[in-house]
């Protein structure tokens, strides 16, 4: 019976001991969640991890460097999991929960 990928998702989201893959590299941890839109995986950036400046998709302003925040890229996308990550967004995480 072939392997399905379509739950890799569900997989990582509890964070246990799932061996290495390329966001865990990137990111550490991250959560999966569900919303209208589909299904997204959140990544919370320390503020020690912060070193760029990105601008929030929720309300257009910028994430200044040393900045806790939240990193998310579609679950469900057809792309393919690098297209996905490869278009993450970082988001104010109160922008986040409002969006
Ligand atoms: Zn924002």
């Known amino acids: 019976m072939?392997?399905?990928n379509r739950r890799r998702g569900s997989?990582?989201?509890?964070g246990a001991n799932e061996g290495y893959d390329v966001t865990r590299a990137l990111f550490g941890s991250?959560?999966?969640v569900s919303r209208r839109d589909g299904q997204w995986n959140v990544q919370s950036v320390s503020a020690a991890s912060a070193?760029?400046?990105?601008?929030?998709?929720?309300?257009?302003l910028e994430i200044a460097p040393g900045t806790?925040?939240?990193v998310a890229w579609?679950?469900?996308?057809?792309?393919?999991?690098?297209?996905?990550?490869?278009?993450r967004r970082h988001?104010?995480?109160?922008?986040?929960?409002?969006?």
């Open 2 to 4: 072939p392997r399905s």
């Open 11 to 14: 997989r990582s989201a509890d």
């Open 30 to 32: 991250r959560l999966s």
């Open 51 to 60: 070193s760029k400046t990105y601008i929030c998709p929720g309300c257009s």
């Open 68 to 70: 806790s925040h939240l």
């Open 74 to 87: 579609r679950a469900d996308g057809l792309m393919g999991e690098a297209e996905d990550l490869a278009a």
């Open 91 to 99: 988001w104010h995480p109160h922008c986040w929960k409002i969006t």
